[in-house]
């Protein structure tokens, strides 16, 4: 937790000047200023007993308790690593613990609690200084919705015996439309996500856009990897999860692949994993890496490249999984706070700086594991650094990229980078080591530092004299006393 402290002080301080202070919940913020923290309220916390109905801590395929009042208790996890929206999932009435088989839009599930507790959950979160996003299902819901039952000629039955609404009809568009205005009517939430959107009638996603906006300006997203969508605030950049994998489930990993998904990533959702496929730890733990280590790099490109990062509840503890429900376990707030520092760190760096949300992008270098790249805008300059090789790595940035009379200060690493004679700036990394460095105008020694700390050095010197004299007065004492 020191270290925390010590580097989100840093930061602070660092952008006193030139930045706004980290982000809160502002209504003003653009999508893109955004980070996303993605749950399942089941497997969150259990707070409230009296909604376990028939759980079973045992059954992975069962409800296990977890629930609003839960999650509300502990936002504040979420909160202080900097992230600025909770994405809960869906809530509406399901036969299923992911909320995706949906029995009725028009009630909560129970299991998750109250009207009144989701309204709490939702004022806390807005407290905690982060906007609040439910996912609306509709192409695997329960044979047992209601709208199955009534008018069985909006769906078609997928294999494994879920329904798909058919948002080609229009009175199923119509119905859609219906509950999910009312329900952005009835709670002060800041958005939706569609499941499943790239299945989801293109036409009308524009005019449900249209609808629910017209309640409240609230984020309309998507959950699947396409093509932008009228309507849609953001999509999931295509192609961005494998390419985030490969990179850096091992190292020496080619990065060409993932260098030009970044010049095409602003604006879009950006993730190495969703709760619906295999978790990234699998595919570490698949190439006998050491996932910490792994994790803490892939954090460092997530947070600091152009897009919108979603990260998945469980990632701050490298959760495990090939599929679910194993890869929906019940999250553990109780592990080592190592890589939730980590993300606390980085988002603190994102949310203080608008060149690292909002810049311009430069790639300076891509080859078999090493990537250095320049976010920059007007105001700022930094320089991304990733070894994600086996080897030590450097590079020499001309002053034409850095700029002259500059010194580059890592924030992880704690190293200072300064011109050459030769008018270039030398960085260089260890192996699976990432940095990030701010670009300032060249500080030379602190003197003031430096004079601060040998007057420490003299004071401490003094103090050990005055001890050493103590004690060797004292034993003189005490031999005296014997001898008399």
């Known amino acids: 937790m020191k270290a ?37 309220v089941d497997r969150f ?5 009296q909604n376990d109905y028939d759980v079973n801590g045992t059954d992975p395929e069962a409800f296990t308790g977890g629930d609003f009042a839960g999650l509300t208790s502990e936002v504040n996890h979420i909160s202080e690593m900097g992230f600025t929206v909770l994405s809960i999932g869906p809530v509406f009435s399901s036969t299923s613990y992911d909320g995706k088989e949906v029995i009725d839009y028009n009630q909560l599930e129970r299991h998750f609690g109250t009207e009144e507790e989701l309204k709490a959950l939702i004022e806390k979160t807005h407290e905690s200084g982060m906007k609040i996003l439910v996912d609306m299902p509709t192409q695997q819901v329960s044979k047992d919705h209601v ?37 952005v009517s009835k709670y002060d939430i800041d958005g939706l996500r569609l499941q499943q959107t790239n299945a989801i009638n293109t036409e009308f996603i524009g005019s449900f856009s249209k609808a629910v906006k017209g309640v409240r300006d ?24 494998k390419a985030l994998r490969n990179t ?78 194993e890869t929906h376990q019940i999250m553990d707030l109780g592990v080592d ?32 594991g090493w990537l250095v790249y320049k976010r920059s805008n007007e105001d700022e300059t930094w320089i991304i650094a990733i070894n994600n090789s086996s080897t030590t790595k450097s590079i020499s940035l001309p002053a034409a990229v850095v700029g002259s009379d500059k010194e580059m200060r890592g924030l992880f ?17 260890d192996r699976e080591v990432a940095e ?13 530092y430096i004079i601060a700390l040998i007057v420490l050095y003299v004071v401490f010197l003094a103090f050990l004299r005055i001890v050493w004299k103590k004690g060797r007065q004292r034993k003189a004492e005490e031999a005296a006393k014997v001898n008399a």
């Open 413 to 429: 690493e704690s190293d200072i980078v300064r011109q050459k004679a030769s008018g270039e700036y030398l960085i260089t990394l």
């Open 45 to 49: 916390f259990n707070k409230q007993i």
């Open 337 to 368: 706070p190592e890589m939730a520092e980590h993300i606390t760190n980085l988002n603190s760096l994102r949310n203080t700086s608008e060149a690292l949300r909002t810049g311009n992008l430069e790639i300076l270098h891509e080859e078999a």
């Open 218 to 241: 609230i984020y309309l997203l998507s959950d699947e990897e396409m093509e932008r969508v009228e309507g849609l605030d953001a999509v999931l950049l295509p192609g961005v999860e």
């Open 436 to 448: 990030t460095f701010n670009v300032i105008d060249e500080r030379g020694f602190n003197k003031a």
């Open 4 to 40: 925390k402290w010590i580097l989100t002080l840093f930061i602070g301080v660092l952008f006193s000047s030139i930045a706004n202070p980290a982000i809160a919940a502002d209504d003003s913020l653009e999508l893109q200023d955004e980070s996303i923290y993605d749950v399942l």
């Open 248 to 325: 850096y489930k091992s190292f020496d990993q080619e990065t060409v692949v993932l260098g030009d998904l970044m010049k095409a990533s602003e604006g879009s959702l950006i993730q190495v994993d969703s709760l619906s496929n295999s978790r990234f730890t699998s595919d570490i733990v698949a190439e006998k890496g050491y996932p910490p280590t792994r994790w803490k790099i892939l954090f460092t490109q997530l947070f600091t490249m152009p897009g919108i990062p979603v990260m998945q509840y469980g990632s701050e503890i490298a959760m495990n999984g090939e599929k679910a429900p």
């Open 147 to 183: 709208w199955v039952k009534e008018n069985p000629e909006w769906f078609t039955e997928n294999e494994d015996g879920t329904f798909a609404l058919n948002l080609e009809n229009a009175n199923a568009q119509a119905a859609l439309t219906e509950v999910a205005t009312g329900f």
